[in-house]
């Protein structure tokens, strides 16, 4: 254990001496919000973090870059670190503990036991990265279950993600309360990822499009469109004028099943992913209309 910002942080790279302190949290009566993380924060994880500090007694946070989650061909080795600044804005955001696990500390064997979740991981991201969500569900069922009860909270940037997770929780009765947050998005409109720093000056200029073709769909379901296939060739359209951008999928999906949509109604959700260059970058936006 070693103590970071301004001696508000405690760190744990153990498991025991992290799940034993919230457990001491929870003893004295106090709620635990828990936020996972790959580390290299900015301020979409700032935003859960402090959102964890408002709803709970101890907000608490881990740090760990999950190689499950990673096929081979990926930036495991390369994905972006910075543990000294992690703390610091970690303790800033209000956080009490942080889990910083090495690989060999969570993996002690190789790994055996392993959770997947059906249909909803089966499109968008599951269909470009096949092994993507049994190794995130797999990892946060096992930061779930070192945890203990807590509320636990993601962002709505990963909304498949959330989508999985909440579902994880709810169908292995898992005594955490999952929290979706909002996307925090840079001031031309770009969601905050870590990914971010791998975009060269043109593809960083073009990458807004994503969030301006969400918001293109937006505008056009509120004038009257409820045609998917009209709302989908405006995403196609607007990604395919950045010639920094390679469209992977954009698509019209319900809120909750993921499934795609042939009309336009209820409570959906827009999602889109593209490549600049070797960068996969997502987005996404809720669309709530009336049929
Ligand atoms: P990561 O470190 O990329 O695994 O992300 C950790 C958590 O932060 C996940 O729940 C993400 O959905 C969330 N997150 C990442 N970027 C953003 C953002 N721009 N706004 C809100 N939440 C985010």
Do not use: W
Request: aromatic share 6%.
């Amino acid at each position: 254990m070693a103590e970071h910002g301004s001696g508000r942080v405690e760190v744990h790279e153990t498991v025991a001496g992290f799940r034993a302190a919230l457990e001491e949290v929870r003893r004295s009566g106090r709620t635990v919000g828990f936020v996972p993380t790959m580390g290299y924060l900015h301020d979409g994880h700032v935003s859960l973090m402090r959102e964890a500090a408002v709803q709970n007694d101890v907000a608490v946070a881990s740090i760990f870059v999950n190689p499950l989650q990673f096929a081979a061909s990926e930036d495991l080795s390369t994905y972006p670190r910075d543990l000294a600044r992690d703390l610091e804005l970690s303790g800033e955001a209000g956080v009490r503990h942080v889990l910083h696990p090495d690989v060999r500390e969570m993996y002690p064997e190789p790994v055996l036991t392993t959770v997947s979740v059906a249909t909803i991981t089966r499109l968008f991201e599951g269909a470009a990265r096949p092994e993507h969500f049994a190794g995130v569900a797999t990892v946060v069922a096992k930061l779930f279950s070192i945890a203990g009860p807590c509320r636990a909270y993601f962002g709505e940037k990963d909304y498949q993600q959330l989508a999985v997770v909440r579902r994880m929780a709810a169908d292995l009765s898992m005594p955490v309360e999952v929290v979706g947050c909002p996307i925090v998005r840079d001031s031309d409109g770009l969601a905050l990822s870590s990914r971010n720093v791998y975009l060269s000056d043109a593809q960083r200029a073009a990458a807004p499009a994503l969030h301006e073709a969400l918001e293109a769909v937006v505008t056009a379901a509120a004038a009257g469109e409820r045609n998917a296939d009209a709302l989908r060739s405006i995403l196609v359209e607007r990604v395919s004028d950045e010639s920094e951008a390679v469209l992977d999928y954009a698509e019209v999906v319900d809120a909750l099943t993921l499934e795609p949509a042939s009309v336009i109604g209820g409570e959906q959700r827009v999602l889109l992913a593209a490549h600049f260059g070797s960068t996969r970058l997502l987005d996404n936006v809720a669309l709530v209309t009336h049929h």
